[in-house]
């Protein structure tokens, strides 16, 4: 069920620069430092901004819709530039619904507008995020992104709760 938090707006401005800001606190540096270093390529800068995009994106996601039991970032050890692959987050709800799937939606194309307006290393990307939702049944039978949980090899990163 969607909660009464929906009616909000979907800031993507608001998420970006809270994944800029814990890009910079991690590596002390400001907001525009860190911004400038990710539009430099930085792998660092970049690795931080994509965990904490992922992570804000979980969290406006699973107070919005209380299926949501958690979100975890997949892959990223396979990231091998700033630009080739977005970033991929894994929810994990206790039911897919379509109103689920159509908010993911909008939240991705919030969190890649705003990107592409205030990062010029984005400018040309078509989509920065990937949102993948599984529900237990998919854990259970290991299909798509759902088969990261419990892996040895690729183990996701939880990001939130």
Known sequence: MISPKCHEVLDGVRLVHAALDHAAAKLNLSRAQA??????????AS???RYALAKECALLLGHMDHNVKGGFLA?????DGL???PVCLGLVVTRKTAALSALADSVTDAATSAIQQLLPAYSQVKSVLHIEIVDDQDVSKKAGLAALIGSLHEPPL???P
């Open 35 to 44: 911004s400038a270093r990710i539009n430099q390529k930085d792998v660092e």
């Open 47 to 49: 690795l931080y901004f």
């Open 75 to 79: 892959l990223e050890n396979r990231w």
């Open 83 to 85: 630009t080739s692959e």
């Open 158 to 160: 939880w990001v939130w």
